[in-house]
């Protein structure tokens, strides 16, 4: 199990109480889809991901995005509980979809460069830290299928 600080708790669900779902969670997918070509692979009924810009206008693209950001909030509500959380989604990726757990990762990083563009000077390196602690625990969760 996780412990978490109060900074930390505090520092995530301040994160998210200030990013908009609807924006963040597309921009994280495209700048996944187009810095690593190969995550592109799991999502060919996505249609033309072809170029940057053909996956930056995909509404389905789009849409996942913001399914992946909502699917986050579940985590900032069960912080204490994030294994069971994504259970039935972890084995969804792993056994269905066959992702590889490193596309987590890849993902997670891109949503720290999104998510730091958009809060700027007040993503300090602490709340980097608890955000990344964050990221961490939630790609275990989902890729723990594969350990």
């Not at 669900?13 to 070509?37: M, N, T």
């Not at 190969?38 to 996505?46: D, H, N």
């Not at 693209?61 to 994504?86: E, S």
């Amino acid at each position: 199990m996780v412990e978490w600080t109060d900074f930390e708790r505090a520092t995530i669900q301040d994160i998210f109480s200030k990013i908009d779902p609807d924006v963040v969670g597309p921009a994280a997918l495209v700048r996944c889809l187009v810095v690593y070509p190969w995550t592109q692979r799991y999502f060919g009924k996505f249609g033309n991901l072809y170029n940057a810009a053909a996956i930056t206008s995909n509404p389905n693209v789009i849409a996942h995005g913001k399914v992946v950001l909502n699917g986050l909030q579940r985590a900032v509500k069960n912080m204490d509980n994030i294994k069971a959380t994504y259970a039935e989604l972890s084995v969804l990726h792993s056994e269905k979809l066959n992702v590889d757990p490193d596309n987590f990762k890849l993902l997670a990083d891109c949503l720290s460069i999104v998510v730091a563009a958009q809060l700027g000077k007040d993503f300090t390196g602490d709340v980097q830290a608890a955000f990344q602690k964050f990221l961490a625990v939630v790609v275990s969760a989902l890729g723990r299928q594969y350990h």
